[in-house]
């Protein structure tokens, strides 16, 4: 069958393999035949040769973590041939780690974790693949066209848990949430955010393209401006840029008992003049929090399976910008100016 592979370290590296091995019983039960995988940032670090870990005893690892795929089969019988369904990247740590032990592996706390197409599992990416049971989760039918969004949609999801726990340390009633960053986590957050009945703020720095409009058919408003130009405090930020100087800023502008959650990963190396005794000041008499979020488990996958399926399907689709076949996998690695998300069809 076709996979996409890597050699993990090795940059462009990528190569569609048209022999791959078939996926072995022993990854899972669950047989599904791949009809998408979406395509993210960390998909591009791999193939550039920054991260990634083949499997043990391997070379290559086949990417993709942003699934899409129909049931062939199932012998439990929890899901049924055509049923439309994700596979769980993460899995627990074979220690395991007290969270891990109790399926809070997106909480790990030794790293032993693996992840389907970037840590020691093999990916998505190939024709057929297998999950175990409960790393698979079943997607409403009208979710056949983007339901590769569920992997993204469940850390945003995780984000919210979050966010929603803490506020609960007192009387909370958040009017307003800005998000940074218009990128598939931010606009998803966003989306989540607009589920939730809150005045919802985007800021981004494009003022052209269909950032701007996917935001507004949110209902939710637009800002290309500076973090500290903007007219008002927000009671819950979800930062989703990385950005050094955007973090720092969202930090500053949240209101009193304000949640600033970060889901944007910085690259580092970058030093900026800041006034932390400032920043602990306000963080510290105002009663604000900052947390970081990243990954998901089975709770927030299936939160994350219930908001697309509230949400606009013509929006969801918005989202994606192109779908490139198998055959011309390589397109579908090369960022284009404009793109939100990229997807790379199977089915096609």
């Known amino acids: 069958m076709r996979a996409v592979t890597v050699t993990p370290g090795v940059a462009d590296s990528l190569e569609?393999?048209?022999?791959?091995?078939?996926p072995v019983?022993?990854?899972g039960g669950v047989l599904v035949q791949a009809l998408a995988v979406g395509v993210c940032g960390t998909d591009h670090e791999i193939v550039a040769g920054e991260y990634g870990e083949a499997p043990p005893g391997r070379s290559r690892l086949v990417i993709g973590h942003e699934s899409l795929g129909r049931v062939m089969e199932d012998p439990t019988g929890s899901l049924q041939p055509g049923d439309l369904v994700a596979g769980i990247v993460r899995y627990p740590d074979p220690v395991p780690c007290p969270n891990c032990a109790v399926g809070e592996w997106d909480m790990c706390r030794n790293g032993q974790y693996t992840e389907h197409g970037i840590k020691a599992l093999d990916g998505f990416a190939r024709d057929r693949w297998r999950v175990?049971?409960?790393f698979a989760v079943r997607l409403d039918p009208a979710l056949a066209q983007v339901g590769m969004l569920l992997e993204p949609t469940s850390v945003v999801a995780k984000a919210w848990d979050h966010i929603e726990r803490i506020g609960h340390r007192a009387e909370w009633q958040p009017r307003s949430v800005l998000v940074t960053g218009a990128g598939p986590i931010g606009l998803l957050a966003a989306l989540l955010?607009?589920?939730r009945g809150l005045s919802?703020?985007?800021?981004?720095?494009?003022?052209?393209?269909p950032k701007p409009e996917l935001v507004h058919a949110l209902g939710a408003t637009y800002h290309s401006v500076q973090v500290n130009d903007l007219?008002?405090?927000p009671d819950v930020v979800l930062e989703c840029t990385g950005a050094p100087k955007v973090v720092l800023d969202v930090m500053c502008k949240a209101a009193p008992t304000g949640i600033v959650c970060l889901t944007g990963v910085s690259s580092g190396g970058r030093s900026i003049d800041f006034d932390a005794g400032a920043l602990n000041r306000a963080l510290v008499l105002e009663n604000n929090v900052v947390f970081g979020s990243v990954n998901a488990n089975r709770r927030h996958w299936d939160l994350a399976a219930e908001a697309l399926a509230r949400a606009?399907?013509?929006?969801?689709?918005?989202?994606?910008?192109?779908?490139?076949?198998?055959?011309?996998f390589r397109d579908a690695y090369v960022p284009g100016p404009d793109d939100i998300k990229v997807v790379l069809d199977f089915a096609a």
Request: overall charge negative; aromatic content about 6%.
């Open 16 to 22: 569609l393999v048209d022999d791959h091995p078939e």
């Open 25 to 27: 019983a022993e990854e």
């Open 132 to 134: 175990p049971p409960r």
């Open 193 to 195: 955010a607009s589920q």
């Open 200 to 209: 919802v703020h985007v800021l981004d720095r494009a003022t052209s393209g």
């Open 231 to 233: 007219d008002f405090e």
């Open 312 to 328: 606009d399907q013509y929006w969801l689709s918005s989202l994606i910008s192109r779908r490139v076949p198998a055959s011309r």
